[in-house]
């Protein structure tokens, strides 16, 4: 693609207090985050064969990762070349194949430290639906002009088919409302992982935020991966909007011809206290558990 500097927006953070967070608790099972969304271990739903972009930073998995990654796309420097350039991909990526091992990840670079532009998270957007992605996760900064291009870039029938899992943002600010309907956007907030469970204070709210995921509190969070190989703790909304990325996928997995519509419906109608449920979506169990 060809840059022009009016063509940029300069995303200077991510929509992750989980940059550079860390925590002395590692739990490689995630097992609070299932916990609290009651994933239900008996069941045999993997998230094989459905199709994750991840636009963000890129991704560096670890080998035994490989079997999961698709071939991707460097829209920031227009390049193949899409590895992790700051760990803020990874994490997410790592967080969705905590709950869908088996599902197929598709790295969208389109930022590099903090930084990067409209047009590559649009670009970026476009190749992977060209791809056949059907879900889409965008743990970077919200507005509906990037939906608007987004939809442009594909055309309005591409784009409905397309779940798109938004992470709402960690300024504490009540967002405007969306002056359109956007049934296949999924903006997700985040929660603290120890009880009570409830909105953590930096999570954006508004009528635009669909459903809670857990995420933690600053100096806490989800165990991930680093480009390194080591596991980390994430959290902001950038580690909830995964959550719900994963569980759409296993929804998606069981439900093959649902639409990105109806996936949405699903998960908010299946929610609890606002909280995303994995029992109550795939049919585990009806019971919304004390939080």
């Known amino acids: 693609m060809t ?3 009016w063509s940029f927006f300069l995303f200077l953070f991510f929509l992750s207090l989980g940059a550079g967070a860390s925590s002395s608790f590692i739990d490689p099972e995630n097992l609070r985050l299932k916990k609290i969304i009651s994933y239900g ?6 998230g094989k064969n459905i199709k994750v972009a991840v636009i963000d930073s890129g991704v560096s998995l670890p080998e035994s990762y490989d079997a999961q990654i ?4 460097d829209a920031f420097d227009n390049d193949t070349t899409f590895e992790d350039s700051d760990g ?3 994490a997410v ?4 194949l905590s709950l869908a091992p088996q599902a197929q990840i598709m790295s969208v670079r389109a930022f590099n430290q903090g930084m990067g532009s409209i047009a590559a998270a649009i670009e970026g957007f476009k190749f992977a639906v060209d791809q056949g992605v059907f879900i889409v996760n965008c743990s970077f900064s919200l507005s509906e002009d990037i939906l608007r291009q987004m939809r442009a870039s594909v055309g309005p029938e591409r784009f409905n088919k397309t779940l798109l899992i938004w992470s709402s943002g960690n300024q504490s600010w009540r967002l405007p409302d969306f002056e359109e309907s956007w049934p296949n956007v999924i903006v997700v907030g985040a929660t603290n992982l120890n009880p009570p469970i409830s909105r953590v204070f930096y999570s954006n709210t508004g009528s635009i ?9 600053p100096g806490d969070g989800l165990t991930t991966w680093t480009p390194q190989g080591d596991y980390r703790t994430f959290n902001g909304t950038s580690g909830a909007a995964p959550v719900v990325a994963g569980l759409a996928v296993l929804y998606k997995e069981q439900n093959a011809a649902a639409s990105p519509a109806a996936i949405k ?3 908010v109608e299946s929610s609890c206290r606002e909280v995303v449920n994995s029992a109550r979506l795939l ?4 019971a919304c558990p004390a939080l």
């Open 283 to 286: 049919s585990l169990s009806e």
């Open 209 to 217: 935020v669909d459903v809670l995921a857990p995420a933690g509190d």
């Open 3 to 5: 840059w022009r500097p």
């Open 265 to 267: 419906r699903a998960i």
């Open 41 to 46: 271990g008996t069941n045999d739903l993997t």
């Open 93 to 96: 990526a790592g967080i969705i």
């Open 70 to 73: 698709l071939p991707g796309w």
């Open 88 to 90: 803020h991909g990874t």
